[in-house]
């Protein structure tokens, strides 16, 4: 219905069709509520379970970059320890690590070429047992080389293990990141539909508080538009204000409310770009 129509409907007409109106408001708003309250009760515990999930899975990610942290901190502070050690053993010659018969026998290229024959060859057990021997007898000789070089110096023997503590733990910092990562991408897509959740739930309550409201009220309005009907439209004590003033205003040739403040506001606009004040 535009402006023209709506002029054209009375005050009686009017007031018959608010009044029916909010009859079936009233009729219709308790079906309305209970399924509202239905959609909020079947919401209300699936934003919990998936806030409860959300939280999970965020303390997941913060456990593992704690762990990460923890870790990454230890093994940076080894690094200057580990370089102040090979510091010293380059500077006394310590840092020479294979000499020239080690070398010249490839003791680890004889250990990876027996292993391999046992691995990819159809041995007897005669000739498996050799090999393992041989083998055995090549890890003892490797093992003897790297006691003798930490017994003939201290400082060797605490880099290496210092450089093992360093590798071992930058690898349990990677492991932890990785971990979180992998719980990050595990939250995210709990957050998108605790959110969405969360929204439809907000949504719900705003809608059934509004209709719970409009229930409340609508003995009252009832009561008013039937009074109105009885009584009629002009001022008829506390509660029922001359409903047509504005109407014999503008009969008598008088500005309606609406030109009123067209008028205002036009007035406003033209001391905005004048820039003048009052």
Same mark, same amino acid.
């Given at each position: 219905?535009?402006?023209?129509?709506?002029?054209?409907?009375?005050?009686?007409?009017?007031?018959?069709?608010?009044?029916? +109106?909010? &009859?079936?408001?009233? @009729?219709?708003?308790?079906?309305?509520? +209970?399924?509202?309250?239905?959609?909020? *009760?079947?919401?209300?515990?699936?934003?919990?379970?998936?806030?409860?999930?959300?939280?999970?899975?965020?303390?997941?990610?913060?456990?593992?970059?704690?762990?990460?942290?923890?870790?990454?901190?230890?093994?940076?502070?080894?690094?200057?320890?580990?370089?102040? &050690?090979?510091?010293?053993?380059?500077?006394?010659?310590?840092?020479?690590?294979? *000499?020239?018969?080690?070398?010249?026998? %490839?003791?680890?290229?004889?250990?990876?070429?027996?292993?391999?024959?046992?691995?990819?060859?159809?041995?007897?057990?005669?000739?498996?047992?050799?090999?393992?021997?041989?083998?055995?007898?090549?890890?003892?000789?490797?093992?003897?080389?790297?006691?003798?070089?930490? *017994?003939?110096?201290?400082?060797?023997?605490?880099?290496?293990?210092?450089? +093992?503590?360093?590798?071992?733990?930058?690898?349990?910092?990677?492991?932890?990141?990785?971990?979180?990562? @992998?719980?990050?991408?595990?939250?995210?897509?709990?957050?998108?539909?605790?959110?969405?959740?969360?929204?439809?739930?907000?949504?719900?309550?705003?809608?059934?508080? +509004?209709?719970?409201?409009?229930?409340?009220?609508?003995?009252?309005?009832?009561?008013?538009?039937?009074?109105?009907?009885?009584?009629?439209?002009?001022?008829?004590?506390?509660?029922?204000?001359?409903?047509?003033?504005?109407?014999?205003?503008?009969?008598?040739?008088?500005?309606?409310?609406?030109?009123?403040?067209?008028?205002? %506001?036009?007035?406003?606009? %033209?001391?905005?770009?004048?820039?003048?004040?009052?």
């Amino acid at each position: 219905m535009d402006a023209g129509e709506l002029m054209q409907i009375g005050p009686k007409e009017l007031a018959d069709k608010l009044l029916k +109106r909010r &009859i079936m408001l009233k @009729e219709t708003l308790p079906g309305v509520i +209970r399924t509202l309250e239905a959609e909020e *009760d079947s919401l209300s515990p699936k934003v919990e379970r998936l806030k409860k999930s959300f939280n999970d899975a965020n303390s997941k990610v913060a456990a593992f970059k704690e762990e990460r942290s923890i870790h990454q901190s230890k093994a940076s502070g080894l690094i200057p320890e580990v370089k102040e &050690i090979r510091e010293r053993l380059n500077s006394s010659g310590g840092m020479i690590s294979l *000499d020239p018969k080690w070398k010249k026998r %490839k003791l680890l290229e004889q250990i990876e070429e027996i292993e391999d024959k046992i691995q990819t060859s159809a041995l007897d057990h005669k000739s498996e047992r050799k090999l393992l021997e041989k083998r055995r007898a090549l890890i003892s000789e490797n093992d003897k080389w790297i006691r003798d070089r930490k *017994d003939s110096n201290p400082d060797m023997s605490s880099y290496l293990e210092k450089s +093992r503590e360093m590798s071992g733990l930058f690898k349990k910092a990677d492991k932890s990141h990785s971990r979180m990562i @992998e719980a990050v991408s595990k939250a995210q897509p709990i957050y998108g539909k605790l959110a969405e959740s969360s929204r439809e739930l907000k949504e719900v309550k705003s809608q059934l508080d +509004r209709a719970r409201e409009l229930l409340s009220q609508s003995d009252k309005a009832i009561h008013y538009w039937e009074k109105r009907l009885e009584l009629g439209y002009g001022d008829n004590g506390p509660g029922f204000p001359d409903l047509l003033k504005a109407m014999k205003t503008v009969e008598g040739g008088g500005r309606s409310s609406f030109a009123k403040k067209a008028k205002k %506001k036009g007035a406003i606009s %033209k001391k905005v770009v004048g820039g003048e004040e009052e």
